[in-house]
């Protein structure tokens, strides 16, 4: 009995948690919509910025996205608001994903330029992550060569995952800069309807 009683707590305790983070994850995404609906920029800027967002969350330069992707965004002509609302594409649940798959097509495209003697784990990205912040803080501030260089030479995976990211920013920026822009007009046009 006690242990059926403890089952039942795990189970509910468990659905409730999921019923939680499902409503969490909704209210997050009428929060971005809202947010994006009250930037006030045209369709072709905004959607410049969200696929500007969204493919740079594909490279591995964790903690450097928002910056790159507003620093890209302005280049090009974008909304940099709307590239920071992008990048939140980049999530603990979608990272894992986006590690591997753009490790993946960097050993494909590899063709024995690059020496392999890593086996792909997430403890190695972690490590080789915060190895490249290091060198990104040594390159703005220290400008240390013979650490930079150590630090560059312990980095084994993310060569691979930044050779990978390449094709798949350009894909993933072309469809979400199409359908953004689509979706951006088509709203504009039921706003302006609504408003006649």
């Known amino acids: 009995m006690p242990f059926g009683r403890k089952k039942k707590k795990r189970l509910v305790t468990s659905i409730f948690n999921f019923i939680k983070v499902f409503f969490a ?73 986006i590690w591997y798959f753009t490790f993946e097509i960097g ?19 972690k490590q080789e992550i915060s190895t490249l912040l290091v060198i990104l803080k040594n390159i703005i501030i220290f400008a240390n060569i013979p650490e930079l260089e150590q630090n560059v030479e312990k980095l084994k995976l993310i060569p691979f995952m930044i050779v990978g990211s390449i094709p798949l920013v350009v894909v993933i920026w072309i469809i979400s800069y199409f359908t953004f822009l689509m979706i951006f007009k088509s709203y504009r046009k039921k706003v302006k309807k609504n408003n006649i």
């Open 25 to 97: 994850f909704s209210r997050t995404k009428k929060y971005i919509s809202l947010s994006i609906k009250r930037i006030k920029d045209t369709p072709q800027a905004l959607s410049l910025g969200i696929a500007t967002g969204i493919s740079i969350s594909f490279t591995p330069f964790i903690g450097l996205h928002a910056l790159l992707a507003m620093l890209v965004s302005w280049i090009i002509g974008g909304s940099m608001a709307a590239a920071l609302i992008g990048t939140l594409f980049g999530n603990p649940w979608t990272f894992p994903f």
């Open 107 to 125: 050993q494909l495209m590899n063709y024995g330029f690059l020496p392999y003697e890593e086996e792909f784990s997430f403890q190695t990205i």
